[in-house]
C-alpha cells in the first residue's frame, strides 16, 4: 500500500473511531510504528488529526478553542455519568470548591436537587446561579475579574480569594493529561494557577473529565498527576494508562 492510501485510510479510521493508536494501526497495515507515526506526524502538518499518546484523534474532535459556554451540550451525556460518579464522593456538611467546568455545571444540578447540607465556592457564575436555589447550600463566588468566554472568574484576585478556604473535596476540569510526563493541562495561564490553587486548598482533589481527554492533552500544564487523589470519568482508558495512574496513586472513578 502506498503512504498516500494508508494515511487516506487512517484518516477514514479517525472519522469512523474518533481516535487511533499507532501499535494497532502498525499490525494493520503491516509497517514498522515508527512509519505510522511519520504518517501521524504528516497529516497533523496537514491539519487532518491530533497526534496524541500512542496515537492520534481528529483534529476538531475536542474543539477547546470555543468559548466553555459554547460546550455545555457537547458530550453533555458523559458529562452526566461524570458528574453522578462525583456526586458519590460528596458527604454532609462538607466544604467543596467546583471550578470552571461544564462537567461541573452537572454536578452542581445534581447537588441542588439532593437532600445534603454543604458549603459550595465556586468561581463560575452558572454553577452559583444553580445552587442559589437550593437553601441548604451555603453558596459563595470567588468574584475577581470576570471573563465572559468562560463564564467565570480567574486571574490574581480570584487566587487569593480561594487561598483563604480550606476544601473538603475540590472538583476541577482539565483539557486532557500528558501522560509521557504526569501533566494536567489546560488552554491558558489564568485559567492554570486558579484550578492550581483550588488544588492546593483542597484535602481531597479529583480532576472531571471524559475518557477521551487522556488521549489529548494542552498547552498549560498546572498540575501533575501526584497532586490529585482521583480522576472521575465516564468510562475508564486502555490497560497502558490505568497502569500509569495505579502507579502514582491516582484512583479511578
Known amino acids: 500500500m502506498f503512504t498516500e492510501e494508508r494515511q487516506a485510510t487512517i484518516q477514514r479510521f479517525l472519522l469512523e473511531k474518533g481516535k487511533v493508536r499507532v501499535k494497532e494501526l502498525s499490525e494493520e497495515f503491516q509497517v514498522t510504528e515508527d512509519c505510522i507515526r511519520k504518517d501521524l506526524k504528516a497529516l497533523e502538518n496537514a491539519g487532518k488529526l491530533k497526534r496524541t499518546y500512542g496515537g492520534a484523534i481528529l483534529s476538531q474532535d475536542y474543539p477547546l478553542e470555543r468559548d466553555v459556554v459554547d460546550r455545555r451540550n457537547y458530550h453533555l451525556e458523559k458529562k452526566k455519568i461524570i458528574a453522578a460518579k462525583a456526586m458519590e464522593l460528596i458527604k454532609n456538611n462538607e466544604t467543596i470548591f467546583l471550578d470552571i467546568s461544564t462537567t461541573n455545571i452537572e454536578l452542581a444540578h445534581l447537588i441542588a436537587a439532593s437532600p445534603l447540607r454543604l458549603t459550595v465556592v465556586s468561581n463560575m ?5 444553580i445552587l442559589a ?3 441548604s447550600i451555603t453558596t459563595i463566588g470567588t ?3 470576570m471573563y465572559p468566554g468562560v463564564n467565570g472568574f480567574m486571574g490574581v484576585a480570584t487566587v487569593e480569594v480561594i487561598k483563604q478556604y480550606s476544601f473538603d473535596r475540590a472538583f476541577i ?3 486532557g493529561i500528558d501522560i509521557t510526563d ?3 493541562t489546560t488552554l491558558g495561564v489564568e485559567d492554570g494557577l486558579t484550578k492550581k490553587a ?4 483542597g484535602r481531597h482533589q479529583y480532576v472531571v473529565m471524559e475518557r477521551d ?3 489529548f492533552n494542552e498547552s498549560y500544564k498546572f498540575a501533575h498527576l501526584d497532586d490529585i487523589d482521583g480522576i472521575v470519568t465516564d468510562e475508564f482508558p486502555d490497560s497502558t494508562i490505568v ?3 495505579e502507579a502514582v496513586g491516582v484512583q479511578l472513578f
Open 125 to 129: 457564575i452558572d454553577i452559583l446561579q
Open 133 to 135: 436555589k437550593n437553601s
Open 143 to 145: 468574584g475577581g475579574t
Open 173 to 175: 476540569g482539565s483539557c
Open 182 to 184: 504526569g501533566t494536567i
Open 198 to 201: 483550588a488544588l492546593h486548598s
Open 213 to 215: 481527554k487522556f488521549y
Open 243 to 245: 497502569s500509569s495512574l
